[in-house]
């Protein structure tokens, strides 16, 4: 336990030094969550959507935020599997029918609430870093689409590939607009995949076209109410990492690999220039013994002790299959700091 203070993951988020080491988690497990919370009583609510015990789940673990969506936005989705969704024979929307038929969610008609209510749950220092359940913009038209699906559009019916990421980007767009002003967020969180471990799921051509302007959008408007955002984004982002920085102008840049690039490599690279947040290999922290994510964890805290610009945690999430210990050796890193 120790009392939050947002002002470290702003300073963070500024490329500065923080007065502590600080921490950082996309989301953990429905276990986790339940296990560094165990007095609050869930909500009832979905459980991305159970405010309360997120909150304290991340105000208990020492962190100066919690994780949180705003309101339920989502793109209807058929019955299939996530893994079935993505293949060539899955898409929902297939052509000009199909896209005009799509019941497309309006984001001003949820309930954005929430908020409100975090504002009054929340620890004083504390804020809330909001991502989209609807997915990212590449991501939610991959799922309405199949990604298959989508590759072959882009080359016989372009215009139509245009009309769906603008319909899709606007109402992403909108969800961020209406939480951004919200006293209770600190930041905000894009979260859409971006690539394979090889390389960028579009060309860094089509990525420029159909994609990066609503970010760079959602961007724009958050810097205009002083809120930083941060890009959470898997796979080979080589192409377009200026792009990320330079473009956008993302204030962080979480989601690491060690098989793409080492966390390490990736703060020295282009910690100058934006906030690394994460980094700890998933695999890495799941494969090796508590002492050897303690270890990393610390000498990543040490490299960056003068530079500040960095954030301790997973290269991703903590699903389910990460050991317990080995979150706690991650975290503990920081607590034991002098």
Not at 81 to 100: A, L, M, R
Not at 172 to 177: A, K
Not at 227 to 243: M, R
Request: proline share 6%; hydrophobic share 40%.
């Amino acid at each position: 336990m120790r009392e939050p203070d947002f002002s470290n993951m702003q300073a963070v988020l500024r490329r500065e030094r923080p007065k502590r080491p600080v921490l950082f988690e996309l989301f953990f497990n429905p276990l986790l969550y339940r296990m560094l919370a165990p007095d609050i009583e869930p909500t009832g609510e979905p459980f991305a959507l159970d405010y309360r015990l997120s909150i304290h789940a991340y105000r208990n673990a020492g962190y100066d935020y919690a994780s949180l969506t705003a309101a339920p936005f989502m793109f209807p989705k058929n019955n299939v599997s996530q893994k079935q969704s993505i293949s060539i024979n899955n898409g929902i929307i297939t052509d000009q029918k199909s896209f005009e038929a799509y019941p497309f969610p309006d984001p001003e008609k949820f309930d954005y609430n929430l908020l409100e209510r975090c504002g009054k749950e929340l620890s004083d220092g504390m804020k809330i870093g909001v991502f989209c359940p609807a997915g990212g913009v590449l991501e939610a038209v991959v799922s309405l689409v199949g990604y298959d699906n989508l590759c072959y559009m882009l080359l016989d019916e372009p215009d139509l590939v245009e009309e769906i990421f603008n319909t899709v980007g606007s109402r992403i767009l909108r969800y961020y607009e209406i939480c951004v002003p919200h006293d209770s967020v600190g930041f905000l969180i894009a979260n859409d995949d971006w690539g394979f471990n090889a390389s960028t799921l579009l060309s860094s051509h089509d990525l420029r076209r159909f994609v990066f302007p609503w970010y760079k959008r959602i961007i724009q408007n958050a810097h205009k109410h002083g809120k930083p955002v941060i890009l959470h984004s898997c796979g080979q982002l080589e192409a377009v990492f200026e792009d990320i920085i330079e473009d956008m102008q993302f204030d962080g840049k979480h989601s690491y690999e060690d098989k793409i690039l080492p966390v390490e490599q990736a703060y020295e690279r282009w910690g100058k220039r934006i906030a690394i947040i994460g980094g700890l290999d998933v695999d890495f922290i799941v494969r090796s013994t508590p002492k050897e994510v303690y270890a990393r964890a610390r000498a990543m805290l040490e490299r960056s002790l003068e530079k500040g610009s960095y954030a301790l945690g997973t290269g991703n999430s903590v699903p389910d299959y990460i050991p317990v210990e080995n979150f706690f050796a991650m975290t503990s890193a920081v607590f034991d700091w002098k």
